[in-house]
C-alpha cells in the first residue's frame, strides 16, 4: 500500500453517523483510511486529545463582492478563508455578482481572478443575478449551470440590484427550467424607499433608524410576494437572510400548503 501523504494521529474522530478513536489517513487530498494504527505517514499530526471532525462547509458568505457606491466588502478571498479555516470551515460559497449591463457569465469568469490562488479552503460560487436579459436566462444561465454553477440569488431591494416583480417571475421560470437553486432576499424596495425618505425628511439620521425603515411587514410583504411568484411559476426558491417571525410564517404557511420553499435565517435588523 502506497505511504501515506498525512496520517491525523490518535485523536478522537467525529462522523455524521460515530465518534471513536482512529488515525486518518490521506493520501492525494482524499482521506483514504480511517483506522487504528495506520502506517506512519510522510508528514503526521499527532491529534491526541482532539476531536477530529469533518470541515465545516459555510454555504452562504460574501468575499470580494463589488460594493457599487455602497460599504466595500471588508473581506476579500485570502482573510476571508483564512478566517474560515480558522473557524473549521473547509469549503465557503460566497457569490459571483452581475453588474447591471454585462454578462454573467463574465462575473464568474472574474470571481474566479479574485479567488483562485488566493484562497485557503475549497470554494464553489453562487451567482447573484441583477439583470435578467433573455441572452443571460436563455443561454447563460443554462450554461453555466451545466457547467457546476447551479444556485443563484436575487434581491427585492437595493438600488443596484433589485429586480421588478416582472423579472423575478421571469428568473424563476428559466431556473425551474435549467434546474438552478433561486435565493430570493425579500424586503420590499419601494417599502423601504418610502420609510427612507420619510426618516431622512425628518433628520432621523442614526443607524438605529436603519431597522425602522425596514419593519417586519416590510420582510413579510415580500417573502409573500415572492412565494405567490414560486407559486404561479411552480418552482421552488430558498428566502434568505429571513429576521423577522412574520417572514418565517409565510414561509411556513406555503410548507403546510405543499410547496417547497425554504428559508435560510441570517439576521438583519429588523423590529
Ligand atoms: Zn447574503
Known amino acids: 500500500m502506497d505511504q501515506f501523504d498525512l496520517v ?3 485523536g478522537t474522530v467525529v462522523t455524521a453517523a460515530d465518534t471513536a478513536r482512529a488515525d ?5 487530498g482524499k482521506i483514504m483510511a480511517v483506522g487504528i494504527d495506520l502506517p506512519k505517514g510522510r508528514d503526521e499530526v499527532d491529534a491526541s486529545g482532539l476531536l477530529v ?15 457599487f457606491g455602497g460599504p466595500a466588502m471588508a473581506d476579500g478571498f485570502e482573510s476571508g ?4 479555516i480558522a473557524g473549521g470551515n473547509t ?4 457569490f459571483a455578482l452581475q453588474a447591471r449591463g454585462t454578462s454573467l457569465r463574465k462575473a464568474v469568469e472574474d470571481y474566479h481572478k479574485e479567488a ?9 460560487f453562487h451567482m447573484i443575478l441583477t439583470d435578467p436579459t433573455p441572452a443571460v436566462l436563455g443561454q447563460e444561465l443554462p450554461a453555466l449551470v451545466a457547467g457546476g454553477y447551479s444556485s443563484l440569488k436575487v434581491f427585492m431591494t437595493y438600488d443596484d440590484l433589485v429586480l421588478n416583480d416582472r423579472e423575478l417571475l421571469e428568473v424563476f421560470d428559466a431556473a425551474g427550467e435549467c434546474g438552478a437553486l433561486v435565493m430570493v432576499h425579500c424586503e420590499g424596495y419601494d417599502a423601504i424607499r418610502f420609510m427612507t425618505e420619510k426618516l431622512e425628511k425628518a433628520g432621523k439620521l442614526a443607524p438605529y433608524y436603519h431597522a425602522v425603515s ?22 421552488p426558491i430558498m428566502i434568505v437572510h429571513v429576521s423577522g417571525r412574520e417572514a418565517m410564517e409565510q414561509i411556513r404557511r406555503a410548507q403546510s ?3 417547497q420553499n425554504m428559508g435560510k435565517p441570517a439576521p438583519s435588523i429588523s423590529v
Open 8 to 10: 491525523v494521529r490518535g
Open 214 to 235: 425596514r419593519p417586519q411587514s416590510v420582510e413579510r410583504e415580500a417573502a409573500h410576494r415572492a412565494i405567490s411568484h414560486s407559486e404561479l411559476t411552480g418552482v
Open 81 to 84: 478563508t483564512r478566517s474560515a
Open 257 to 259: 400548503r405543499g410547496m
Open 24 to 28: 486518518v489517513g490521506i493520501r492525494g
Open 91 to 94: 469549503t465557503v460559497l460566497p
Open 53 to 67: 471532525l469533518p470541515g465545516g462547509i459555510d454555504s452562504h458568505v460574501h468575499l470580494a463582492q463589488p460594493a
Open 116 to 124: 483562485d490562488g488566493q484562497s485557503y479552503c475549497d470554494y464553489g
